[in-house]
Each structure stands twice: as structure tokens, then as C-alpha cells.
């Protein structure tokens, strides 16, 4: 029979596995059990009493019964789609791809509502957070032809460099004294010029007339006069233009998207250069598609490289073969397409703001828009704007037609990412918002606080405006990994990709919301200053938010601190001893590693870079490059005593400030020659691979690097995603406790904490950790390493060697973390690979597979770190037989249940 102390245990259910693979090497055994006892309690080996395993037969059928009714209501639904508003059958067709359709205009569940036509203001107020609707509000201001002719002349006249693909472009009756005066001018100087007459709201090429003489055009109508463009690219001897499609997913922020196919619209006679006859033929002046399949010239034909109506991919492909520069053309006819869209923003971003006025700031929006551009190309395949349609045909006379078409919608509801989970986001979030706003604190006149207590208030606020920013740029970092993974036929223009470009443009929105909404919207243009005045990273913020958080404190946030939070782990080592024991004491490491960010004595490190100077060393001249603070060295005590007799008794002040000069230089070189030392110890660091010797481990980090592209993603995954943040925080600690070690023996010092060089150090530890362990992983890339930043806004000067010190200390970081993975690993069964790229030299005797892949052995820290010289060259250290290993580690399972 099982003794008393067998109760507790035996009724003790399994734990459940270690998603994360580390093991449960916290859980310390519960005093007075046997380790009998324990392995009975971790095996299982029991038997329950059978009233714990008898069950009446009915309760075993309402049970089931209840779980069969939870999966039927667990079915995931559909989302719907409302197209009744279109006629055309291809948005049918592709919108029941993506769910089913409905015809219910107030239908709450329905996520997406698609018109032919502008739809009003009040139907963009009256959707849910979740919902979507094909137009924005006041995207007239640029597809009215009258309304573009305005508006582009402002800015035209603001920047008539940036704004020189638009044809001069006059408004009829207002501006009909101006053009006549340019006509008689052109006149004069005998010069012919061809102009084109629109309808100012036309649409379809209905009402478009070529004149010749300007006193034959007349005055009494509303419409718009434009320079004719007499000299056009033509293919095979057509005038053509592009319809070319533009998807704008957000205008808070601003996000467009052009389509990398589209219709090329050729006219139905061979182009001549206008004149007095054949003004009138506008078959071969006009290339809209109503008026020219009104010809019998007309042709239509399944291949899209014959017939008057062709892909921009056929015309991509005949540039080419002509030596044609084609990416050249494309670029700037999306520089056409941003600059154009920049005039219409101001006005679509403060309707838009009007219409949804609770909307939070660069959320997702309810608003998206199709836009079909018309573009002409001239002789010199220089692209001039046409017209903005709102409402593209999506008629599908013929193959390309659907084939264009149903590509375009497709693509763009895949951006457009719906799905149900945005149905409870956004009730939620409104919910949130009302109860906030319900039992919000009242506000407190600024009279009745104190000054301190008005400082914490301002802290607070700036607290309050950084965590906003903060998630702003964290879902548009998500927004965009999104969009890059499913982005389909699309070309994201805006914004664009390099900094160049995204700075002119960011100058030209600026001027356009100061240009379009002078004297009203004073808020909207305060908010608009704060987005175009300065990206904020969100390594940035996080800093920021940091120096709040030392201000609330009552610290000051000019020197380099660590975080409060931020565990110390102290080593066991004696500072006095001469030999390096590094005992750490801490069971959860996990798997990383990292490539050097200075020189390393291994080869073929993909994504490491050489060690230089960091660039902001030079940022300061040499005058401001002493630290803030000193260690309590010999020097400084010799240099304080000197001070203190100095001022007691009289002297000259030169002599006063020569010695001071000595003493402090006499310091700063005793603290630079120890901060040398240091780099020397840390650069004789590395990371061991618990039983192997220090090459086979090298060997291991050479091989993980030569196979970077397959080890990237699950390295990835380990430390992005399995591991929370505590034991994130012990893999760093790993090389803290051991750098304390070495701070500790190199300064002769008990106290690290008040040392410059530690606290710099500790900076670096934090960064690594900041944003859920994306610090760490940014020292993979190729770009650089955004730990740098930390400095760039410190009052304090660091040195190229104490630069150096951190890259060091960031390397043995990343080589610790491919360790541990490396090791969690092999210790899974999962190491194979790698053994047979290592090759059949090297034995991995200290590993074994696991029965249960989530339960990994941890290495000892200890073993994790050597000191280059310790030990014999190709003499491997002794080591402890694997199963007294892992039963300290876990100490409540046997040997073989491992």
C-alpha cells in the first residue's frame, strides 16, 4: 500500500509539454517527497481510485451531446459581400470568391459594399469599423475635369517643375479672356497650336472637339480648353493611350498601389498630324473605346498583341525589342500618379476625417477606390495626364478585357485583407471607447495643480502621445509585411521605397495641405505637421518612452541607465582569483545565435560586418568626448584628494588648472587602458557547446552561417515566438553575468553598477531585449544594427574602444543564442542535418533524442562559456555523464522518461 506521503503526489496529474522546448527546469520538487515518489508522480505509474474513473453512462451522453453542439456553433461563417449597386457580372463573379453575397444594404455582417457610382457622405459615416466601401469622399476634386484643370494650376504655380505633365488647361467661361490673350500671343509669334474641347463633368469621350483658330471655339458653355498633344508615341501607326489602374487602400495614411497590367486604347485611323482637314475625324484623334468601336474599322481579337485594343504588357514587350528604356517610362509614370493623387489628398483626408471624426488615427480605414488614369505618351515617351476616372468601366466586351479586369479585382480584395476577426476587433474597440469615454476621469483645471505635480501631468501626456505613435507604427508595420506578402500583381508607389523619394514627396504634401486648406482645418494641419515633420522609428519611441519613464521617476535621463526591471544576475566567481570559473546558475537558455558585428577569428559569417567606428563617435567634437562619469579609481582618489588640499590653500589659478588637467588626464587614461583590457578579456570569450571543444563549436557557428537561408526562419521562430520574454531576458543574462565577471576582475571593483563601462553595457542588454526580443533578432540583418541608435541621443560621448566593447558583448549574445538553439536542437532529434553537414569527424556523444520533443535539456551556463588558453588545444574538458546532467536540470523525472 502507498504510504502517507504517496497522497499528494500520486493523485498529481502529468504536466503538460513545454511548447517552447526548454523544459520545466523551475519546478523544484516539494519537501518531504522521496524522489521515488517524485518519478512516481512525473511517470504516471499509478493507479486512480474508481470513483475518480466512473462515470454514469448518461452524464457521458449529455457530455457529448453538449460537445457535438459547441462544434456546430464553432463553424466559421462566411463573410459577405454586397455588389447589388454594380452591373457588372466580372465583380460578381470574383466577390464570391471571397464570400457570400447579400442584398441587404443595412446587413451588419456585411464587410464589403461595392458601387458603379460615387456614393454619399452619409452612407461612408453610417459603417461599422469593419466595413468597406469602393469610393472616398471627395475624390471629385480630381476626376471632375474642371475641378483637376483647378486644382492643378495651384499647385502648378507652387511647383511648376514637379507639375510639367499637365497640358495648359483653361476653364471656360471663367478663364476665356486669359486664353484668348495666350492664343494672340501664340499668333503672333506664328506659331499653330491645336486645342481640345471637354465637357467639364463629361464623360465617355462625349462632347470632345478639335479646333484649330481659337475664335472658333465658344463661350457660352461650362467646359475645359487644352493644349492638343500633336506629337504622340503611335504603335504601328495608331494613336493609343493607357488605362492604367491605381488602387488607393488608405488616404490616412496615404497608401497607393499600381497594377502592373492594363489596357492599351488605340484609334481606329492612322494618325496624322491635325490640321484644317482632318480635325473633325475623331477616330484618329481620340482613342476612347465607346466612340471607336463605333467604327467598322474596328477590331477585336483574343491575342493581346493584335487588334485596337492591347495589354500594357504586349506594349512593355515592343518598347523593349525597339531599345526602349521601359523601367524609365514606368517610373515616371508613377511619379505622374503620386504627384497627382498629393493635389487630390488634402481634400479626400479632411472629408474623410469629417465623415469618420472618432476614427483613431492611422487605423484602417472604411474607404477604398479603383481609379483608372489616362495617360498619353508623346514622341519622346514623356507622360502627360489626361484624365482621373472614379468609376473604371469593368465591362468585358472581350478575353483581355476579363482577363485585365478580373486580375485587378481579385488583387485587390487580397489586400484589402477581410476578415471576421476585424467584426469583434472593432465592436470591441468601440465598446472600449464608450466606456473610456463614460467613466473617463474628469479633468482637472491646470490652476489647481502643483508645479510637480503639473510636470507629471505633461510626462504623462507625452507618455500617452509616444504609446499612440507607437502602435500607430506597429500596425503599419503590420499593414505592410501584409501587403508584401500578398500584393499579387501590384507595385506599392506610395510610399515609396527609397528615402530620396519619400522626402520630395513628403515636401509636396506638406505644401499642398498648407496650399488646399489655408485658414480652416487648423487641427487637421497641426496633425498633418506631426506626420510629415518626423518619422519616428520604433526603436526611437521606445527610447523616448524610456526617458519619460526615468523623468516620472525623478532620475535624471542624460546618462546611459539600465532599465528598473531588468533582473541582475550576479556571478559566483571571486574577483581576487586570477583564473576565469564562470558559474551561472540559471537552467532556461534557449537557442541563438548571431553574426559578429566586428572582426572575428571564424570565417564565412553571411550576415555579420567588419568592426569600424561607429559613425556618431564623430559626431561630437573632441572637447565634448569626456564621460560623464568615472570609476572610483586610484587616479580619481588621488585626483579628489589633490582637489580638496588645492582649494585650502592659496595658489594662482593657472597652477590650480594645470593640476586639475593632469589629475583629470591621469584618470581618463587609467579608465581608458582598463576599458583596453576589457575588450582584450571579452574578445578571449566564447561560447561553448556543452561537450564539444572550443573548434567543433566554431565549426557549429561556421555551419549555421554557411546554411543561413535554412536555419533563418526556425531561428526566427525560436526566439521571436516560442519563448516569452522572461526566458528571452535569461539567454541575455547568460552574457551579462559573465561580463559583470569580467568587469568585476579587470576593474577591481565589488560595486559594477556605479562603473560608466557597465552601465553602457547594460544599455546594449536592454536594446537586445526591447520589442519582444526584435532587438536581438535586427543584429541579423544586413542593414546594420539599430542597437547603435541608443547612443545617438545620449548626452554622453562613447569611445571607439568602449563601441567596440559592445559589438563584442552584441556577438556573444548572437553566438549564445545559435548555441542554445543549436543545442535545444539536437537535444529534440532534430539536429541531423547539421551533424551530417558538420561531417563524420565530429562526434555528438554528450546528445541524445528525446522521446518528447518539448521537454529540452538545457545547457549549464557554465558550460556555455570558455576562456581561449585554458586549456589545451583539441583537449576536450572533462565532462559530467549526461544523465547526472539532466537529472539536476530535471529533477523530477527519471533519465529515461527523458
Not at 519546478?27 to 517524485?38: D, H, I, N, R
Amino acid at each position: 500500500m502507498p504510504s502517507a506521503t504517496d497522497g499528494p503526489i500520486a493523485h498529481r496529474p502529468p504536466r503538460p509539454p513545454d511548447p517552447d522546448g526548454l523544459g520545466d527546469s523551475l519546478v523544484l520538487p516539494k519537501s518531504g517527497a522521496s524522489s521515488v515518489e517524485q518519478l512516481a508522480g512525473a511517470t504516471g505509474t499509478y493507479s486512480k481510485p474508481s470513483s475518480a474513473i466512473s462515470l454514469d453512462k448518461e452524464v457521458e451522453d449529455k457530455l457529448r451531446a453538449l460537445s457535438q453542439r459547441k462544434k456546430v456553433k464553432r463553424k466559421k461563417s462566411q463573410i459577405l459581400l454586397n455588389v447589388t449597386l454594380t452591373k457588372y457580372s466580372v465583380v460578381r463573379l470574383v466577390a464570391e470568391q471571397f464570400g457570400a453575397l447579400t442584398g441587404k444594404d443595412d446587413d451588419p455582417n456585411c464587410f464589403l459594399f461595392w458601387s458603379d457610382s460615387a456614393v454619399p457622405v452619409e452612407k461612408i459615416a453610417e459603417l461599422k469599423s469593419y466595413q468597406k466601401i469602393n469610393h472616398f469622399p471627395a475624390m471629385g476634386e480630381i476626376c471632375r475635369k474642371d475641378a483637376l484643370a483647378r486644382n492643378m494650376a495651384r499647385m502648378i504655380r507652387a511647383h511648376p517643375d514637379a507639375y510639367s505633365f499637365v497640358p495648359k488647361t483653361w476653364i471656360f467661361p471663367s478663364e476665356y479672356s486669359i486664353f484668348q490673350n495666350y492664343a494672340r500671343d501664340i499668333k503672333r509669334k506664328r506659331k499653330h497650336r491645336t486645342f481640345i474641347v471637354k465637357p467639364a463633368n463629361g464623360a465617355m469621350g462625349h462632347g470632345i472637339t478639335l479646333y484649330r483658330s481659337h475664335e472658333k471655339i465658344p463661350l457660352n458653355e461650362h467646359m475645359i480648353v487644352q493644349e492638343y498633344v500633336d506629337k504622340p508615341f503611335l504603335l504601328d501607326g495608331y494613336k493609343f493611350d493607357l488605362r492604367v489602374y491605381v488602387l488607393m487602400t488608405s488616404c490616412d495614411p496615404l497608401r497607393l498601389f499600381l497594377y502592373h497590367d492594363g489596357l492599351v486604347r488605340m484609334g481606329t485611323e492612322r494618325y496624322v498630324m491635325p490640321n484644317d482637314n482632318n480635325v473633325d475625324q475623331l477616330f484618329m484623334h481620340l482613342t476612347n473605346y465607346s466612340i471607336n468601336k463605333k467604327n467598322d474599322n474596328f477590331e477585336r481579337s483574343e491575342d493581346v498583341s493584335t487588334g485596337h485594343k492591347r495589354s500594357i504588357k504586349y506594349l512593355n514587350d515592343y518598347l523593349r525589342k525597339n531599345d526602349h528604356d521601359v523601367n524609365s517610362v514606368w517610373n515616371r509614370i508613377a511619379d505622374l500618379l503620386v504627384k497627382t493623387l498629393i493635389v487630390a489628398e488634402p481634400h479626400i483626408f479632411h472629408a474623410y476625417r469629417m465623415c469618420r471624426p472618432g476614427q483613431i488615427p492611422g487605423s484602417d480605414g472604411v474607404c477604398f477606390e479603383i481609379l483608372g488614369f489616362d495617360i498619353l505618351l508623346d514622341r519622346k515617351l514623356r507622360p502627360w495626364l489626361i484624365e482621373i476616372n472614379r468609376a473604371p468601366s469593368f465591362g468585358t466586351d472581350e478575353k483581355i478585357d476579363f482577363d485585365i479586369k478580373s486580375g485587378l479585382i481579385h488583387d485587390s480584395f487580397k489586400l484589402l485583407n477581410m476578415k471576421q476577426s476585424d467584426k469583434r476587433r472593432g465592436l470591441a474597440a468601440q465598446k472600449a471607447e464608450s466606456q473610456r469615454r463614460l467613466f473617463g476621469q474628469a479633468k482637472r483645471s491646470d490652476t489647481d495643480l502643483t508645479d510637480l505635480d503639473k510636470k507629471r501631468k505633461s510626462i504623462e501626456k507625452r507618455k500617452q502621445e509616444l504609446k499612440e505613435k507607437l502602435a500607430q507604427v506597429r500596425r503599419e508595420n503590420a499593414r505592410e509585411d501584409y501587403e508584401n506578402r500578398n500584393i499579387g500583381n501590384f507595385r506599392r508607389i506610395y510610399p515609396p521605397p527609397d528615402k530620396f523619394t519619400a522626402e520630395k514627396y513628403d515636401t509636396l504634401m506638406s505644401d499642398a495641405f498648407h496650399l488646399f486648406l489655408s485658414g480652416r482645418a487648423s487641427t487637421l494641419k497641426r496633425d498633418i505637421s506631426k506626420i510629415f515633420g518626423g518619422n519616428l522609428k520604433e526603436d526611437e519611441i521606445l527610447d523616448q518612452l524610456q526617458q519619460c519613464d526615468l523623468e516620472g521617476r525623478g532620475k535624471s535621463a542624460k546618462g546611459p541607465r539600465p532599465l528598473a526591471s531588468m533582473p541582475s544576475v550576479v556571478a559566483d566567481e571571486d574577483p581576487e582569483t586570477d583564473g576565469m570559473t564562470y558559474d551561472i546558475h540559471e537552467d532556461d537558455a534557449t537557442p541563438s545565435e548571431l553574426n559578429s558585428s566586428t572582426s572575428s577569428t571564424r570565417v564565412s559569417r553571411p550576415l555579420g560586418r567588419a568592426t569600424q567606428p561607429s559613425p556618431m563617435l564623430k559626431q561630437r567634437p573632441q572637447s565634448a568626448q569626456r564621460p560623464m562619469s568615472r570609476p572610483m579609481s586610484a587616479a580619481k582618489n588621488a585626483y579628489t584628494t589633490h582637489r580638496s588640499r588645492s582649494l585650502t590653500r592659496p595658489a594662482s589659478s593657472a597652477m590650480q588648472n594645470e593640476e586639475e588637467a593632469k589629475a583629470h588626464a591621469a584618470a581618463r587614461e587609467r579608465e581608458d587602458e582598463l576599458t583596453r583590457r576589457t575588450l582584450c578579456a571579452l574578445n578571449e570569450m566564447r561560447i561553448k557547446f556543452p561537450g564539444k571543444t572550443d573548434e567543433e563549436a566554431g565549426w557549429i557557428l561556421d555551419q549555421i552561417n554557411d546554411n543561413w537561408k535554412y536555419h533563418k526562419p526556425r531561428i526566427a521562430s525560436y526566439w521571436l515566438v516560442k519563448l516569452d520574454s522572461i526566458k528571452r531576458r535569461k539567454v541575455i543574462d547568460i552574457v551579462r553575468s559573465n561580463v559583470r565577471a569580467v568587469l568585476q576582475r579587470t576593474w577591481r571593483s565589488s560595486d559594477v553598477d556605479s562603473l560608466r563601462l557597465y552601465r553602457i553595457f547594460n544599455r546594449v542588454f536592454n536594446r537586445l531585449l526591447w520589442s519582444h526580443g526584435q532587438g536581438l533578432w535586427n543584429c541579423f540583418s544586413t542593414s546594420g544594427n539599430s542597437w547603435e541608435t541608443i547612443f545617438s541621443k545620449s548626452s554622453d560621448v562613447i569611445t571607439p574602444p568602449e563601441m567596440s566593447c559592445c559589438r563584442r558583448i552584441v556577438k556573444l549574445c548572437r553566438d549564445c543564442l545559435l548555441i542554445v538553439y543549436q543545442f535545444a536542437a539536437e537535444a529534440k532529434g532534430q539536429g541531423a542535418s547539421l551533424s551530417a553537414s558538420i561531417g563524420e569527424g565530429v562526434t555528438h556523444s554528450n546528445t541524445r533524442t528525446t522521446p518528447n520533443p518539448s521537454k529540452t535539456p538545457i545547457p549549464h551556463r557554465s558550460t556555455l562559456f570558455s576562456r581561449t588558453g585554458t586549456m589545451s588545444p583539441g583537449v576536450a574538458p572533462p565532462m559530467t555523464p549526461l544523465s547526472q546532467r539532466m537529472s539536476r536540470i530535471y529533477k523530477s523525472r527519471s533519465f529515461d522518461e527523458l
